[in-house]
């Protein structure tokens, strides 16, 4: 199991392996999700970054949050627990 951070303010340039380089600068990345729209299939400006280690995502969050990287300041946070999805009923 690993840690996941969110990665907001991406440029829409950026590649996944730019940001796994980027986040391998500090431990084992072991995975790169990109958010895209489900309709469109475009890149959304942000990112999910799984980090091997809880040091390691501790020690990205307080060098890379605020940090320019591609014309963009990233936001960097410890990704919050997926809220279950409401299911919507028409009565």
């Known amino acids: ?10 440029s829409y340039h ?8 980027l986040f391998g600068n500090y431990g084992t990345v072991l ?7 489900r309709e469109t299939g475009r890149f959304r400006g942000f990112a999910f970054v799984e ?5 390691e995502m501790q020690r990205a969050v307080q060098e890379l949050d605020g940090k ?16 279950p999805r ?6």
Do not use: C, I, P
Request: cysteine-free.
């Open 31 to 37: 995975s790169v999700h990109y958010a895209k729209d």
């Open 86 to 91: 409401r299911e919507w009923r028409q009565e």
């Open 14 to 21: 950026t590649k996944e392996d730019s940001l796994r380089d």
């Open 51 to 55: 980090m091997a280690e809880q040091s």
């Open 68 to 83: 320019e990287f591609e014309t963009r300041q990233l936001r960097v946070k410890e990704a919050e627990e997926r809220q």
């Open 1 to 10: 199991m690993g840690f996941k951070l969110y990665v907001g303010n991406v």
